[in-house]
């Protein structure tokens, strides 16, 4: 085994063990933290496949912005009591039966698409998610999508700023 | 059997250079602890620590001493966990943005050229804002696991004043960048210094301004240090901690200061660049050791201009410091950014 064979590994039982932490924790400031160490599990996916853009971005963005608003909120309401409500065991093993045939049906699309059939992985190679690259293709194929989604980020921040506002 | 087929010698010298950097930025740590006292000292016309040691030198150590061997209390309603990772994930942070600092250009030794830089990564500027985006984890996490409603409160206070000033020196970065074309601190300190061009503070004067203000939110310095306002808030989001937990925070905020000093001084003043002087007329050992000594008197000037600041400008308020933030730091940096936009295109058009 290489030791990109290795990180990969670790890196994946990382993310699927956080995960798997996020849904079990009883606290939700654990959840959020163990959240984070998700982020940080792809972040480590993206430098295998030499996206240090990407990674990085993600950890900016996701790990460093979006996931300390939502302990500002988890802390503010303060649910650090463990004071879940226990669900029924039916609604539990519904919840368990839908999620798994939506796990499914991801996993047989995923394996099935025709984007992804006879592709490798570019581990250490690929040269995408550099930022010089990844810049050029959003300005050029992509404007257009990028430039919307621009303005659907400015909507949504307007419309934060008229619920802020009280009267 | 191909595992760990790897340059051994690499990782041998990394780790020597790893170990040398986090080890000198804890030292200049200490020292600035001392340093910040007899700033103070002189400033407020008083001789300042000078019992331990010649004119006081040992003071750091006894206080490091102290804070080890006093007792270590962690409050019983307290998330213990999170009550210990706190400090460590806030010393951490602090000592990782080290790795993209280039502290020199490159020394020959054993017939091997070692670049004083631990990785020279393609996106080596945003790699030092993800670290400080997670040193507000630190905080955070101090103060909610400390179960005291004034630590939260300084620890939200803390986490959000780093957010809002992460903005304007985000953008006040841009320019910088769209002058470089380089997101590699090495680039960009090269750029610097090639023959005929300016260190970057003569076209970035506005830039670096608002950088060094929202640097001094992000170290929690006075004007800024609302997250440990005494007669507001007791002690800050560090009121639970004793020991040298309470150490570790005290002590990041300095390693901190240290950090962005350096970064300051790589993205506006030269980094390793000697002025009027060309370095390629020296051996290169010796200009690369040269290099370091100006890449750290660079830092002490911008420390003791920290410690200037921290004793003569009183504290904001918490609505002054947002509105400061929000309503004239990042409509500043947003308008530099576009007038460096418009005169690159200028000349790119001329």
Redesign the interface.
């Given at each position: 085994?290489?030791?990109t064979q290795i990180m990969f590994f670790f890196l994946s039982a990382l993310a699927v063990f956080s995960a798997i932490m996020v849904l079990v924790s009883r606290?939700p400031?654990h959840s959020v933290?163990w959240l984070?160490a998700v982020f940080f599990a792809i972040s480590g996916h993206y430098i295998l496949l030499n996206a240090?853009?990407l990674a990085?971005?993600n950890?900016?963005v996701y790990?460093?912005?979006i996931m300390?608003l939502f302990?500002?909120v988890i802390?503010?309401m303060n649910l650090?009591k463990e004071s879940e409500p226990n669900k029924h065991i039916w609604m539990k093993l519904a919840g368990a039966i839908s999620g798994g045939c939506f796990l499914m049906v991801m996993v047989s699309l995923v394996r099935q698409a025709a984007d992804f059939q006879g592709k490798e992985a570019l581990v250490g190679t690929g040269d995408i998610g550099?930022?010089k690259n990844l810049g050029k293709a959003l300005f050029s194929n992509y404007v257009v999508p990028f430039e919307i989604s621009s303005v659907l980020f400015l909507s949504a921040m307007v419309g934060a700023v008229v619920i802020g506002k009280k009267e | 059997m191909?595992?760990?087929a790897?340059d051994w010698a690499l990782l041998i010298e990394k780790l020597v250079l790893i170990a040398v950097i986090v080890f000198g930025s804890l030292g200049i740590a200490l020292y600035t602890t001392f340093a910040e006292r007899k700033v103070a000292a002189v400033l407020q016309d008083r001789p300042g620590p000078n019992r331990a040691g010649p004119f006081g030198l040992f003071q750091p150590f006894a206080d490091g001493l102290k804070l080890i061997m006093k007792e270590e209390i962690i409050p019983n309603t307290s998330?213990k966990v999170?009550f210990i990772l706190g400090p460590g994930l806030a010393m951490t942070a602090a000592l990782m943005t080290c790795a993209v600092i280039p502290w020199s250009s490159h020394v020959e030794l054993f017939d091997r050229k070692i670049e004083l830089q631990i990785a020279d990564?393609?996106?080596g500027i945003?790699?030092v804002?993800?670290v400080v985006?997670?040193g507000?984890?630190g905080i955070?996490?101090g103060g909610?696991a400390s179960n005291n409603k004034f630590s939260?409160m300084a620890?939200?206070r803390g986490?959000?004043q780093a957010?809002s000033y992460e903005l304007a020196m985000g953008l006040s970065l841009i320019a910088v960048l769209m002058l470089s074309g380089s997101?590699s601190l090495k680039s960009i300190v090269g750029e610097q210094m090639a023959d005929g061009s300016l260190w970057n503070i003569a076209y970035q004067p506005l830039g670096f301004f608002i950088f060094f203000i929202c640097a001094l939110a992000e170290c929690n310095r006075t004007p800024f240090d609302l997250p440990e306002a005494e007669n507001e808030l007791n002690f800050g989001y560090h009121q639970e901690y004793s020991s040298m937990k309470l150490g570790f925070y005290l002590f990041a905020e300095y390693v901190n200061m240290i950090m962005s000093s350096a970064v300051m001084a790589c993205l506006y003043f030269g980094g390793y660049d000697i002025p009027f002087l060309d370095e390629s007329t020296l051996a290169p050992n010796i200009a690369a050791l040269l290099g370091v000594g100006a890449l750290l008197t660079k830092i002490v000037i911008f420390i003791f201009i920290f410690m200037w600041i921290r004793w003569t400008i009183p504290r904001f308020r918490y609505d002054q410091l947002m509105n400061l933030g929000w309503k004239t730091m990042i409509p500043l940096a947003l308008a530099n950014m576009l007038i460096t936009g418009a005169v690159i295109l200028w000349k790119a058009g001329a």
């Open positions: 085994m290489s030791i606290n400031v933290l984070i240090q853009f990085i971005v950890l900016i790990a460093g912005a300390v302990l500002f802390m503010l650090n550099l930022i | 191909t595992l760990l790897f998330n999170l990564i393609n996106i945003l790699y804002f993800g985006s997670m507000v984890y955070m996490i909610w939260l620890a939200l986490a959000s957010i997101l």
